[in-house]
């Protein structure tokens, strides 16, 4: 369907739709309101008739009762009919009521008094039990005929049509009388006042209400039909061109323009429509350049995620892909120390390296220094000497930053969101690699570690002395080993429990570690037992210093365990001396060491 056939259907809906849900709504609403005003008249008007009705009944009931308290009661309850008939005669008159009447509690009248009855309605009555002749209960009613002038009032000042239905079928609900707080039973006869009004007085609004918005309606439906035509060629005619234009577009023709008729949010339109194709033809060109870019810094890709062995190397290889993907002036790259193990020291790079003079690099590592430090916001550009601009993203792996990685514009030029995204990316992957670096490091450590002392392991210990041995062979030097073993360990961990034994494990090889010289070296041989290596040692000047290791032994305490006091028998053995290989050396100062053991154990014993 075409734009401006919608734009019909639009106009019709939004205008002609409302409208005749108004009407309807209004004539619904006016013949409601009508109702209920009706309604509410009636209410009304039933509420006084019937206060008017209860204040009759109670003025009845008031004065019956007064005349009772002079009549002969024993009399109206005699067996003489005729004064039975005098008495019934002389309480209708003083009760003021127009008909008296006794009788049993079967309905049977026994005496009547009056021109009126229960049959003539409207009529109020009230009435009260005697007892009668034979002891058996009577009924004494007494009737008055219903005042209806005022209740004929009440309804012509609203406007209603009313009347009385009597009916002995009718239930005590609906009755006129009500029960009077009075000793006497009240009884009345039954009956219903009605109010109404004709049915064509209420629906004539509504009717009036209909044809009122119909003839709206056939108005409203001319004034559409031109304002809709005038609205869909205003708004399709320069849609149209608009579209021609775009459809040129997709072909690849960006160099089509769109006229600009008005001011308005279609000429609005074809202005950004035009900005659009300009940009475009820009954004192209920029995309080609990057293109070019790119595909330069992905050929360094590999070799970032392939440095996993020198992080130097890793380092200098980023800020180079850099630079080729981002076409910035210069790029920069810092790898943070590290304690934790494996550890290393900072690394960073800059290129060109004739850019970054002392006061430049200064200048870019104070930048990354507050980046790290949460002082900078991270992809936000800063302003940079000579009119330049740095851009920074950190190397983030695990929620750690490793380093930073940043970029210097060329003087004048702003960095282009295409070049942040190019940045970010190399950051991540070197984040990755640096990562990777330290992983294979500490897998590297952790196969050469015992894990519980934090030692070098006996892996370790076979290797180093294989190297120092022929190190010593090739130089003429000595070398000297000593094996420490602790004496009655398995006490310890009998009584006290194998993690207060490896406590005990752990504090042994820090005192050993604390008591030899930097180039010597104390691994864990196994167990309860520790080697110490001494590279260009003789075995008469290394005696002296296991003699210092057998002594720090003695000395280790555990703060929580006061008591346990730990000795060690030293074995030691010397090479060339002793051995010439690595595994005679080790047997050698093992004898050594059992020999320490049989001798009474703490002691130092030479191969």
Same mark, same amino acid.
């Given at each position: +369907?075409?734009? /401006? ?15 005749? %849900? ?32 209860? !204040? ?13 308290? #002079?009549?002969?009661?024993?009399? @109206? ?27 049993? #509690? ?67 609900? &609906? ?16 009956? %219903? ?33 031109? +304002? !809709? ?12 061109? @608009? ?9 690849? &023709? ?19 429509? /035009?900005?659009?194709? &300009? ?80 006061? *430049?690099? *200064? ?37 750690? +930053? ?25 950051? %991540? ?71 207060? !034994? ?6 042994? !090889? ?5 008591? %030899? ?48 006091? +730990? ?13 010439? &290989?690595? /595994? ?24």
């Amino acid at each position: +369907m075409k734009l /401006n056939y919608k734009l019909y259907l639009f106009f019709a809906g939004v205008v002609l739709l409302p409208l005749l %849900v108004a009407t309807v709504a209004a004539s619904i609403i006016l013949g409601r309101s009508g109702t209920e005003t009706y309604d509410s008249r009636i209410n009304s008007a039933l509420a006084a008739a019937s206060a008017i009705v209860s !204040g009759q009944e109670q003025v009845l009931a008031g004065e019956f009762q007064q005349a009772l308290k #002079t009549a002969d009661v024993a009399a @109206l309850g005699g067996t003489d009919v005729n004064v039975r008939s005098q008495s019934l005669t002389a309480l209708m008159n003083r009760a003021g009521a127009q008909g008296a009447e006794i009788a049993a #509690t079967d309905g049977t009248v026994i005496t009547a008094s009056g021109s009126a009855s229960a049959e003539a309605p409207p009529m109020l009555a009230s009435s009260t039990k005697l007892p009668g002749a034979g002891g058996a209960p009577w009924r004494l009613t007494v009737y008055r005929e219903l005042n209806s002038g005022s209740l004929q009032s009440v309804f012509d000042s609203q406007g209603l049509q009313w009347g009385v239905i009597s009916d002995s079928s009718l239930t005590p609900a &609906d009755t006129l009388a009500s029960t009077l707080n009075i000793p006497s039973e009240v009884i009345s006869k039954q009956a %219903v006042i009605w109010a109404g009004v004709p049915n064509g007085v209420v629906g004539a609004a509504s009717n009036q209400a209909l044809e009122i918005g119909l003839a709206l309606m056939g108005l409203v439906v001319a004034l559409a039909g031109v +304002m !809709g035509y005038l609205m869909a060629h205003n708004i399709t005619s320069p849609l149209r061109a @608009l579209n021609d234009a775009a459809a040129a577009g997709s072909r690849g &023709d960006l160099d089509s323009r769109v006229e600009v008729r008005s001011h308005d949010e279609i000429g609005s339109l074809a202005t950004s429509f /035009n900005q659009m194709q &300009d940009s475009l033809q820009k954004y192209i060109g920029d995309l080609e350049e990057s293109r070019t870019q790119l595909l330069l810094a992905l050929s360094y890709t590999g070799d970032i995620l392939g440095s996993t062995s020198d992080r130097q190397r890793l380092v200098k290889t980023t800020v180079e892909a850099a630079r080729l993907a981002t076409g910035t002036e210069a790029t920069w790259a810092e790898l943070f120390e590290s304690h934790e193990p494996p550890g290393y020291k900072s690394v960073s790079a800059g290129t060109p390296h004739g850019f970054f003079t002392e006061e *430049t690099r *200064t200048a870019v590592h104070k930048f990354c220094q507050k980046l790290a430090g949460g002082e900078e916001p991270a992809g936000e550009v800063t302003r940079f000497g000579g009119g330049r601009q740095i851009l920074a993203y950190p190397m983030f792996h695990d929620k750690k +930053m490793l380093g930073v990685l940043a970029a210097i514009s060329v003087e004048g030029h702003q960095l282009e969101e295409s070049r942040k995204k190019i940045l970010r990316s190399l950051a %991540v992957q070197a984040a990755t690699a640096l990562q990777n670096v330290s992983t294979s490091d500490m897998q590297r450590l952790l196969s050469l570690t015992d894990p519980m002392t934090g030692l070098h392991n006996f892996r370790y210990l076979t290797s180093y002395v294989d190297r120092e041995i022929k190190k010593s062979r090739r130089y003429g030097h000595s070398l000297t080993l000593a094996i420490v073993d602790l004496d009655d360990f398995k006490h310890v961990n009998d009584e006290y429990g194998h993690p207060v !034994g490896d406590d005990l494990l752990r504090a042994v !090889g820090q005192a050993l570690e604390f008591s %030899v010289r930097s180039v010597d070296m104390v691994a864990r041989y196994g167990g309860e037992e520790f080697a110490v290596v001494f590279p260009e040692t003789g075995k008469t000047a290394a005696m002296g210093v296991v003699e210092k290791l057998r002594q720090a032994v003695a000395s280790v305490t555990l703060p929580a365990y006061p008591k346990i006091k +730990m000795t060690a028998s030293i074995g030691v053995a010397s090479f060339p001396d002793d051995s010439q &290989d690595r /595994n005679a050396l080790l047997m050698r100062a093992d004898q050594a060491l059992y020999v320490s053991k049989g001798a009474g154990k703490n002691r130092v014993t030479a191969a």
